[in-house]
């Protein structure tokens, strides 16, 4: 039996290596209908030609989706070059224009977190818009991730926080979040493919950029292999965090009344446990950790008759060690 012929190299192998590990993973199916969210940045570039390398192997309908935040006077070329690469590549292309900066002031949000709303919105359109199976592939990184877990680290985060980036929410998927966004570049430049550079990103006065440009690179003279260690941390924080999840489910059916839905602290459990019982019980948006604490210690208090407001008009009353939801 002769073996099957193996796929020539080229300087994009380790792109399409990358993400035909990350695609089997995520169980991303043959003839799945993806929209990739491109930027123009070297990881979303990546992303596009390597999905568009492994599209006709595997069946995929790709349509390349660009939002440009119109912050730079680069940013329509920036969009019109996106686009042109997708169509040489005969891809279906959806480019919208956004004024972030208005969206900002409007909804009181930082730029980037405007952006990113904005972005996703945008996205989920273009997705239903080709059916309710279609999937969302963005280009994070496992450096993403691990930017992501000291970020949420040093503002002082719960194991919840410390997950990072998931593979996958919903439609989204991340199919290079395993791979060094190291590895992309040097891909792309081996194939002498181009990609626009973000000025912004050297820009220390943002937080993400300082843990990019000072925080790993000082990690990594400790470990080398600092950037694995945290994806590593964030997986196994994610699975404690679920095994959690899954304790404080039980727990709360065990102590709430089916007749008034009063949740009984009696015997409180474990304080770390205690915390996610309320916290499940109450809902999203979760209220701060300095209210889920006062509750806690009313609940457990020897006064009674208490209220403790818990944010966007909700509150819970602690009378005879019983905890009501109002």
Do not use: C, K
Not at 69 to 93: I, K, N, Y
Not at 113 to 126: K, M, N
Request: aromatic share 2%; proline share 5%.
């Amino acid at each position: 039996m002769t073996e099957p012929m193996r796929r020539r190299s080229t300087p994009l192998t380790p792109i399409t290596d990358a993400l035909t590990m990350g695609a089997a993973r995520l169980q991303i199916p043959d003839g799945a209908a993806i929209v990739l969210a491109v930027s123009g940045g070297p990881d979303s570039t990546a992303l596009l030609h390597g999905a568009a390398a492994l599209a006709g192997d595997r069946g995929w309908s790709l349509t390349v989706a660009h939002l440009d935040h119109a912050l730079r006077a680069s940013s329509a070329d920036e969009a019109a070059s996106v686009a042109a690469t997708a169509t040489g590549l005969g891809l279906r292309t959806e480019v919208r224009r956004a004024d972030v900066a208005a969206l900002a002031a409007a909804e009181h949000r930082s730029l980037e977190d405007a952006g990113r709303q904005a972005r996703y919105r945008f996205l989920d359109e273009v997705a239903a818009s080709l059916g309710p199976d279609a999937l969302i592939a963005t280009a994070h990184t496992a450096d993403d991730a691990a930017e992501t877990i000291l970020l949420r680290l040093a503002r002082g985060s719960g194991l919840r926080g410390l997950r990072g980036i998931p593979p996958r929410r919903g439609r989204i998927v991340r199919p290079l979040l395993h791979a060094r966004r190291s590895a992309l570049r040097a891909a792309l430049d081996a194939a002498g493919i181009g990609y626009v550079t973000d000025p912004s990103n050297a820009d220390l006065a943002h937080a993400r950029n300082r843990v990019r440009g000072e925080l790993l690179p000082a990690l990594e003279q400790l470990n080398p292999a600092a950037v694995e260690a945290l994806v590593r941390f964030g997986r196994l924080a994610a699975e404690d965090d679920e095994l959690l999840d899954a304790l404080a489910a039980a727990e709360l059916a065990h102590r709430r009344d089916g007749e008034d839905g009063a949740i009984d602290w009696h015997h409180p459990p474990a304080r770390a446990l205690g915390r996610r019982v309320v916290r499940l019980a109450i809902g999203d948006p979760a209220p701060s950790a300095e209210r889920i604490e006062a509750l806690l210690e009313a609940a457990e208090g020897p006064r009674g008759g208490l209220v403790i407001e818990l944010g966007g008009g909700r509150g819970a009353s602690v009378r005879e060690r019983r905890i009501r939801l109002e």
